[in-house]
């Protein structure tokens, strides 16, 4: 036998089911972004929840690298808490036992090559046609891939006798000594091949082909749950106490799962048989039974201790993350891994979105409070010095905030999104300017004050009652389009932004009247010219609101 050839055979065979799992893997991302990204957002502090998005979210792309990996990430920038990523780590390594139950349920019974090619031609032709719905050619196309490869596999490891498998079968009835060769087995194959589902399917190929025994199989198979944490651990290099903390979380999980499983290994596969004879299932099936029931027990263990967990992950990892005001903001774009899940980033962008309309109201509230005591602050030019300063220095940072988004926004078209996702980014490009916009005119309005107490161009409390009002409606519309950034705006919501912007329009015209009248009345014209010219500013900032309603309703 050419080994060389073999081993070429059997690498090209892998690369190849790890290349359609990919191409699958995007094409299902494309189609159902919106709907992972609505799956994130339902997950909430109840634990059940989070283990169901793990859950949902893996089995969708077929990756608990991924998902975790893309979890450490949303820690590290705020978008999960530490107990909420436990929970979709619990479920992640649920979900990832999907592609063990395809591999032994259609990887063995049925024809793979009857499958592969008519998928992969069937699929080629709907992605080049370019249509509506090319994405789905996609889906199609990688699932043919993934079971090309598959095939392959199957059909190369018959080429291979149970002598040159000698020096793993030495030591299948060496006791502890075995299993922790099994182990260590399984580790090494999920680094080598980067990926916990490409090893867990070589393994059952060789089990079911009788070149390992089921035992062994069993013990390869945990040790792919501690190669599987590899990745997040190398995610979490450089990155927040948090995010470090979600990594370890991982790799304590699945490394303190194996160690229990492996103490009770004889037990299980007890159970196992008592669930599933070997009679009545193949070796395949059963292994992916094996590997359901231990990441679903190891779940189940760790599911009532989630909040000692994270303070245990937090003791061992202090927090050494200093907090300082910021100065320059950057938002990092990563793209290019195998596990790269394009559509996801929007979720993490528009968790930037709405820290920058935090820091809009933020301003808004600045100014407001300061024109509300301008007419009888003691050191009235002091503190208005101050107030440009602070608005100087927070305008500067939406500056870098909008530049980052934007950069980060056209990074994620340049990758493979679905036409709802791309259209999702225009509109959110567009919320980006006019939340910055709104900080352009928040410190605009401070330059306003400064020039009016240096100047001595006290608005009058009369003035400063009538225009309390009018700022109450800006400050409703900024809540109302905060309430729904991250989703979309009910009909409701954009009935009652139209409202507010009509609301917002009249009393712009009131006010504009009053401070030309009180101009005919003989008033000072330079302190009624700096109040109209404050409510127009004001207008403005009701207008970004309007703008940012019409296209989060665009967004449905």
């Known amino acids: 036998m050419n080994y060389i050839e073999l081993v070429f055979q059997i690498g090209g065979s892998l690369g190849l089911f790890l290349y359609g799992m990919k191409v699958m893997s995007d094409g299902i991302q494309q189609t159902a972004g919106d709907r992972l990204q609505g799956a994130l957002n339902f997950m ?3 634990r059940l929840s989070a283990v169901l998005t793990g859950f949902v979210v893996t089995a969708i792309i077929q990756s608990s690298s991924a998902t975790t990996v893309m979890v450490v990430s949303f820690v590290n920038v705020g978008l999960l808490t530490l107990t909420q990523a436990i929970g979709v780590i619990m479920g992640a390594n649920i979900g990832t036992t999907v592609t063990a139950w395809i591999v032994s349920l259609a990887g ?14 069937i699929g080629f032709v709907l992605r080049a046609l370019k249509w509506k719905h090319r994405e789905l050619g996609e889906v199609i196309l990688g699932f043919g891939l993934l079971f090309l490869g598959l095939n392959f596999l199957t059909t190369s490891m018959p080429k291979i006798s149970v002598e040159n498998f000698g020096f793993i079968s030495a030591f299948s009835d060496g006791g ?11 580790l090494v194959m999920t680094l080598a091949v980067h990926s916990s589902s490409a090893s867990t399917a070589l393994t059952l190929i060789m089990a079911n082909q009788g070149l390992i025994t089921f035992d062994i199989a069993v013990t390869m198979i945990l040790g792919a749950n ?17 995010a470090r903390r979600a990594a370890l979380v991982h790799v304590l999980f699945n490394v303190i799962g194996v160690i229990w499983a492996l103490l009770l290994l004889r037990p299980l596969i007890a159970l196992l048989n008592l669930i599933s004879p070997g009679a009545s299932a193949s070796t395949a099936v059963r292994l992916a039974m094996f590997h359901t029931m231990f990441n679903a027990f190891n779940t189940l263990l760790f599911f009532p201790f989630v909040e000692p967990f994270a303070a245990l992950v937090s003791l061992l990892i202090k927090d050494k993350d200093t907090v300082l005001a910021p100065t320059t903001y950057k938002l990092e774009y990563k793209s290019g891994s195998i596990q790269d899940t394009p559509e996801l980033n929007i979720v993490r962008a528009e968790k930037e979105i709405r820290d920058l309309a ?17 007419p009888d602050a003691p050191e009235r030019v002091a503190a208005i010095d101050a107030l440009v300063e602070e608005m100087r220095s927070k305008e500067a940072y939406a500056d870098e905030m909008r530049e980052e988004l934007t950069h980060f926004l056209i990074e994620c078209t340049r990758q493979q999104l679905n036409r709802r996702s791309e259209s999702r980014i225009s ?10 916009d709104m900080t352009d005119d928040c410190y605009s309005v401070s330059l306003l004050l400064e020039r009016s107490a240096k100047k001595d161009l006290i608005f009058k409390r009369k003035e400063m009652e009538a225009l309390a009002p009018y700022m109450g409606l800006v400050e409703e519309a900024l809540r109302l389009v905060q309430a729904h950034l991250g989703g979309s705006m009910t009909a409701e919501g954009a009935t009652q932004a139209e409202q507010l912007e009509e609301k917002i329009d009249r009393s712009r015209d009131r006010l504009r009247k009053l ?13 009624e010219l700096l109040f109209i010219d404050l409510v127009r500013r004001i207008e403005n900032l009701g207008d970004y609101c309007h703008g940012i309603a019409e296209a989060l309703t665009n967004m449905r």
């Open 358 to 374: 935090t820091l809009a109201s933020s301003m808004y509230a600045k100014v407001r409070a300061a024109l509300h005591s301008l």
């Open 226 to 242: 501690i190669g599987t944490t590899v990745d997040a651990a190398l995610a979490a290099i450089g990155t927040k106490t948090t």
């Open 176 to 186: 502890p000594v075995s299993v922790l060769i099994g182990t260590g087995i399984g």
């Open 427 to 436: 509109y959110l490009l567009r919320i980006i300017a006019n939340l910055e």
């Open 108 to 121: 063995f019974s049925v024809s793979l090559s009857s499958l592969a090619l008519p998928a992969v031609g």
């Open 44 to 46: 909430t502090g109840r």
């Open 515 to 527: 401070g030309r009248k009180r101009i005919e009345a003989g008033e000072n014209v330079k302190t």
